[in-house]
């Protein structure tokens, strides 16, 4: 079972940056893809970023040109840098490793974009 713990979170004004980070509990040469998802309040969980176990990256549309998924393989730790903040980005954000057919969750950060 692979456990991943996030950080980063915080409360930035619109047009801020945050860096969210989510360390895993093993090699993440091991894991498919890491994956950030947001959930807004009152909203189901959408997936914000991936990158594969190959480095191959993928975006949702809101985020493209704004959000930056990378990987540190040294450090089993995936990060998503967040610039050009808006409202709209706040929710709590997840990170996911997928592996062997099965998405194991963190347990979340809070990000909070003021206008």
């Known amino acids: 079972q692979v456990q991943l713990v996030e950080s980063g979170g915080g409360l930035v004004q619109a047009g801020g940056s945050l860096r969210l980070s989510c360390a895993a509990s093993?090699?993440?040469?091991?894991?498919?893809?890491m994956n950030w998802y947001r959930q807004a309040p009152g909203k189901q969980r959408y997936l914000v970023a991936t990158?594969?176990?190959?480095?191959?990256?993928n975006y949702a549309n809101s985020v493209k040109e704004r959000f930056t998924i990378s990987r540190d393989n040294a450090k089993n730790t995936v990060y998503l840098q967040m610039n050009s903040l808006k409202p709209d980005d706040t929710g709590v954000y997840y990170c996911?490793?997928?592996?062997?057919?099965?998405?194991?969750w963190g347990q979340g950060t809070q990000v909070t974009v003021s206008s």
């Open positions: 093993e090699s993440i040469f091991s894991i498919d893809s």
């Open positions: 990158i594969t176990n190959a480095g191959n990256t």
């Open positions: 996911t490793a997928y592996k062997a057919y099965t998405n194991y």
